[in-house]
Nanobody, 120 residues
Framework: QVQLVESGGGLVQAGGSLRLSCAAS????????MGWYRQAPGKQRELVAL???????NYASSVKGRFTISRDNAKNSVYLQMNSLKPEDTAVYYC??????????????WGQGTQVTVSS
């Protein structure tokens, strides 16, 4: 079974930085794409950033220039460097992956989420 394990969330002051990490484990044949979503209380989950197999990167307009997504294929991991954090960035951040497993084929997987809180 595939698992996505997230880390790096926490409490930070406005203007500060955090780095989120997500590592996928299991019988993975290929990771097609990985990304980060976030959801604040009372709001819908939204895409923050994603990176595909061919290294195409998309950012939400609200984070472009402040956040950077990167990957380490050897470690089946994706990272989100968050700089110049704002209180409106406060949310639960979820790791997402589209991947192909050895036995079950292609599928979509989610991490359990990590809380990011930005104080003023």
């Amino acid at each position: 079974q595939v698992q996505l394990v997230e880390s790096g969330g926490g409490l930070v002051q406005a203007g500060g930085s955090l780095r989120l990490s997500c590592a996928a484990s299991g019988s993975i044949f290929r990771i097609n794409g990985m990304g980060w979503y976030r959801q604040a209380p009372g709001k819908q989950r939204e895409l923050v950033a994603l990176i595909t197999t061919d290294s195409r990167i998309n950012y939400a307009s609200s984070v472009k220039g402040r956040f950077t997504i990167s990957r380490d294929n050897a470690k089946n991991s994706v990272y989100l460097q968050m700089n110049s954090l704002k209180p409106e960035d406060t949310a639960v951040y979820y790791c997402n992956a589209h991947l192909t497993t050895i036995n079950l084929g292609a599928g979509e997987y989610w991490g359990q989420g990590t809380q990011v809180t930005v104080s003023s």
